[in-house]
């Protein structure tokens, strides 16, 4: 009769060690405690970004956004050479484009967040500059553009100033920087006469002014593409901000700052 105990006991055993299995089976996955998101995004959104932070983490806690922001064409060049990043937000469509035909992003991602404008500035004291026409007068010594060869920017200004024929007669007086916002600050400083920044850099300051809008027709759409990256370790959280962007308070922050929302 021992043997009989035996097997009773050892099934007793049985059944309870595979109920405890079951049971820890069953339960969700924990989420988990903080995420840290990687953003890497045009410097033009800087300010965009910095009142959408605190926002988003207030309604989402364990979310942490790091965020790395640069000219378009560097920040591409971190990401193939294999920079961390969750999501990426250009300033213009061929950037983003490299990083599709490569099979970069996460299909389903990639959407418009916001477009802008090209403007011609100057110190608020200058008189120097009244146009793009007055980009030619010898008075003007010095034009601050963002290099083509990296930043959007400076791509979208060659094609303004290439499209008013311009181009060869201030080609001499080109002085190239990496972001927009150093363009803006060599204005500001008088270190330039002028300077093609977007629309919402030159808002942000009291130290410049606008003297000429550029022509939709003269360069191509300053669009602002954002998507996920298919790197990403944390896709599903990835996913969530770049929903968060598309919604009703980003695009009112984004129409704070001049942003044009569609």
Known sequence: MKWKRCITFLGTAIASLLLVIG???????????????????????KDVMADIEPLYQKKNPSVTLTFNFGAAGALLQQI????????????????????????DLLPGTCSNLAYNRLVLITAKGSTNVTSFASLK???????AI???????????AEQVLKNLTLW??????????????????SVESGNVDAG???FTDAKISDKVKMVATANESTHSPIVY???????????????????????????SILRKYGFIVR
């Open 23 to 45: 049971a820890n089976l069953l339960k969700p996955t924990p989420v988990q405690a903080n995420t840290n998101l990687r953003v890497s995004a045009a410097t033009s959104l």
């Open 80 to 103: 193939e050479q294999g920079a961390p990043a969750d999501i990426f937000i250009s300033a213009a469509n061929q950037q983003m484009d490299i990083l599709q035909k490569k099979g």
């Open 137 to 143: 007068h010898s008075a003007v010594k010095r034009i």
């Open 146 to 156: 963002g290099e083509p060869r990296s930043s959007p920017a400076g791509q979208y």
């Open 168 to 185: 060869e007669a201030v080609k001499p007086k080109l002085v190239y920087a990496n972001t927009v916002r150093q363009i803006l600050a």
């Open 196 to 198: 093609f920044v977007y």
């Open 225 to 251: 593409p954002m998507a996920v990256l298919k790197a990403s370790k944390q896709p599903t959280p990835a996913k969530a901000f770049v929903r968060y962007l598309s919604g009703h308070e980003a695009r």
